[in-house]
């Protein structure tokens, strides 16, 4: 199934009557009348099946006068594999947050100029099912937070890594969500690795 979504308001349109007649709610026309000016575009694609391979996809954008909001996402399922991609950047000078229909305008407000990228994937055997997930927030100066996890769960052990780094020059820990700037905001500069380990046979270890 593929999805396909333009919307383009003039600064000066007045004609938000015609909307109501069409059937609008009061509620999507006063949204439609605060993003006069802004352009959407997204399209989207789900659970397309290409020989086996399920594949999903978005890409949409917020654009203001050349600059804009980007959100973009892909899906891979085969079988026992699992992969999913998401990345989000906010423009540097993108400014009217406050017309946003996005519940987190407020959050993506305090990420001017930082983009985010996430990366996540499985593979399930009767052996057992290994995972593993990547993320990065990268900052206007291009200085980055980096934390990665690998997970192996089976009936006789249980094995987990992990490691992550706030680079000595990220300078918007302020700008975080609440939970990340409690997991974050007292390491920059430092790195950490991290490992666990579980065993039916041994107990466990760490």
Same mark, same amino acid.
Do not use: T, Y
């Given at each position: 199934?593929?999805?396909l979504n333009y919307q383009d308001i003039s600064k000066n349109f007045a004609g938000f009557g015609a909307a109501a007649d069409a059937g609008y709610e009061a509620a999507?026309?006063?949204q439609l009348q605060k993003e006069r000016g802004l352009k959407r575009f997204g399209f989207g694609l789900k659970q397309a099946d290409l020989g086996g391979v399920k594949l999903s996809g978005?890409?949409?954008t917020v654009e203001d006068n050349g600059e804009d909001i980007s959100w973009q996402s892909l899906g891979i399922n085969s079988g026992a594999l699992a992969l999913n991609w998401k990345s989000q950047k906010v423009g540097d000078s993108f400014r009217r947050f406050q017309d946003l229909a996005e519940a987190d305008r407020e959050q993506l407000r305090k990420e001017i100029g930082m983009e985010r990228e996430t990366?996540? $994937?499985s593979f399930?055997?009767?052996a057992g099912k290994l995972s593993f997930s990547m993320n990065q927030i990268t900052d206007p100066n291009s200085a980055k937070i980096d934390r990665r996890e690998l997970n192996f769960d089976s009936d006789k052990f249980k094995f987990s890594y992990g490691d992550q780094e706030v680079e000595q020059g990220f300078a918007r820990i302020g700008s975080l969500k609440g939970d990340e700037q409690a997991l974050w905001g007292r390491e920059? $500069?430092?790195?950490r690795q991290w490992f666990g380990l579980q065993t039916s046979l041994f107990g466990s270890s760490h």
């Open positions: 199934e593929l999805e999507q026309i006063q978005n890409f949409r990366l996540a $994937g399930a055997q009767k920059v $500069g430092m790195s």
